[in-house]
Structure formats: C-alpha cells, structure tokens
C-alpha cells in the first residue's frame, strides 16, 4: 500500500484536486510530476512545492503528453484531473451543438492522457481519472457536465478490463472548493457556503478531501473499475 519511491504523474496537478494530490504523494514519499497548460500556475505552485517536478503540458497535446511521459521513464500513478474543457451550463434546448461537444474535450483529454500514458506504465501500475457527481445526479443546466462524466466513467470501467493487470479507476467529487469557482470573485466564499448548505454533511468538500481518494485508488492493489464518490452525500441530496 506504499507510494515510496513510486513514479506518480498528475496531470492537471497545477491546482486544486490534482495539486492536493501531487504534494500528498510527494509526502507519502513518492516522486511527483505534476503538469498543466498554463507557466502562471506552474510557477505559483512550483514556489510553493520545490519537491515536486512541475512542467508545461496540454491534455490536447498527445506529442507534449509523451514527451512528459518519456523523461519520467516508468509511471506507476498516472493521474488525469485535469479539467480540460469550456462547459456551458445551460438546459440542452438552449445549448448549441458546439457548445454540447465543448464540454466532451474534457473526455478527449483524458483518451489522450491514457493513451500516451500506458506504453509508459510499469506491471502493476494505475490510472485514476476525475469524473463528478453530474455523471449520476444531474441538476437543470448541467446535461454537457453530466454527460462527459458519464463517459469518463464508461471509459474507466472499459478500460479496467483491456487494461489489466493495470488498474483503472475514477473518483468523482461533488462541489469542491478549488480555484474552478475563482470566477465567483468576491462572492465566492459565500456562494460556496450556500452550495454547501444544501448538501447532507453541510458544507462543500475540500481539495485534500478528493486526494485523499485518489490517493487509496493509487495505493490499493485490489481496486479496479470502480468510481469512489467524495461529495458530502450530494447524490442522496
Ligand atoms: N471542484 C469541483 O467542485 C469539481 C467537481 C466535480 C468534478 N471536478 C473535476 O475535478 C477535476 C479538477 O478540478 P479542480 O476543481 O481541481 O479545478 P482547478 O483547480 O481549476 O484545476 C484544474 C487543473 O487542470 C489544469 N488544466 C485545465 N485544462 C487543462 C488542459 N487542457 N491540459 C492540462 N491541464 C489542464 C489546470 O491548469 P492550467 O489552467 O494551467 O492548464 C489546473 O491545474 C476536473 O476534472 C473537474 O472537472 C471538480
């Protein structure tokens, strides 16, 4: 169950879920790459992580993502938790076709992080991926979100079985207080707060809280095409 010396590779692992994941592998004692589009966030968490490597990469990019991969050698954790696409929330009648695939590039990003991944990974290596709560409990306007959840989910139960003896699994948070809801400004403590009200533990997760799940999915050796669900009890909300 260790991630000592353990090659883990987190990729949206600039912020938010896959940045709490990173530094709680680094503290069990694992090698981290955590990677993302954008030199911004790289070079805050980067200050903020010296034990982790850090470096430049898109989920669009299958020729970046190998390259990434390749100067790590052999993976043992490869995670995918990075967002990855323009969502519209809106109900489907008012949503443009382009709108709807918008939301899905999240999913491509995913194939292409897995498909460049696996001719990297060693024996008994994983994958985990991030879906959400949407996949199984979708509110009005959230079909796009909901439906690409629903293929990340598909995906890893497929691919737990082409994949094996490599294990693929999912962990789906409900409403995490991340850096993907900064565009609340000033409001966003107290938005949050109001989501969080109406979930049965009270309150919105916490980035460390879905680590934590990763985390298991990476270090159990007997888990496989499973979705662990970190949302406070939202899909029984
Ligand atoms: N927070 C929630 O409530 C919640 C709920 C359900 C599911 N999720 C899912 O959890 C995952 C993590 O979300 P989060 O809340 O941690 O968001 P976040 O704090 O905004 O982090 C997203 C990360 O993904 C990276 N990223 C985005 N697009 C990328 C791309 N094309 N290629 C490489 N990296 C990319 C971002 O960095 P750059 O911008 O530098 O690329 C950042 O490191 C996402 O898949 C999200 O859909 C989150």
Redo the contacts with the bound molecule.
């Keep these: 169950m260790s991630l000592h010396e353990k090659n883990v590779v987190v990729?949206?692992?600039?912020?938010?879920?896959?940045?709490a994941t990173a530094v709680m592998a680094q503290a069990a004692g694992a090698n981290v790459w955590a990677?993302?589009?954008?030199q911004e966030?790289i070079s805050q968490a980067a200050a903020l992580h010296p034990l982790i490597q850090f470096s430049q990469?898109?989920?669009?990019d299958p020729d970046g993502l190998k390259a990434l991969f390749a100067s790590v050698g052999h993976i043992d954790h490869l995670v995918g938790?990075?967002?990855?696409a323009t969502r519209t929330t809106a109900p489907f009648m008012d949503q443009t076709d382009d709108q709807f695939r918008a939301a899905f590039d999240?999913f491509w990003?995913y194939t292409h992080v897995v498909r460049s991944g696996v001719p990297f990974l060693s024996e008994n290596a994983s994958i985990t991926l991030?879906s959400?709560?949407p996949a199984r409990r979708c509110n009005p306007g959230m079909i796009s979100v909901s439906c690409t959840g629903c293929a990340v989910e598909g995906l890893v139960r497929a691919l737990a079985k082409e994949l094996a003896p490599r294990r693929v699994n999912a962990v789906a948070?409900?409403?995490?207080d991340?850096?993907?809801f900064d565009h609340f400004g000033d409001k966003k403590s107290a938005t949050m707060a109001a989501i969080g009200k109406g979930m049965p533990l009270g309150r919105v997760g916490l980035?460390e809280e879905v680590a934590e799940a990763l985390i298991l999915a990476m270090a159990n050796h007997y888990m496989t095409g499973v979705v662990i669900d970190i949302d406070g009890g939202a899909l029984l909300a």
């Design positions: 990729i949206g692992g600039t912020s938010g879920i896959g940045l990677a993302s589009r954008t966030k990469v898109d989920t669009h938790a990075a967002t990855g999240k990003g991030v959400g709560t948070p409900g409403i995490i991340t850096p993907m980035p």
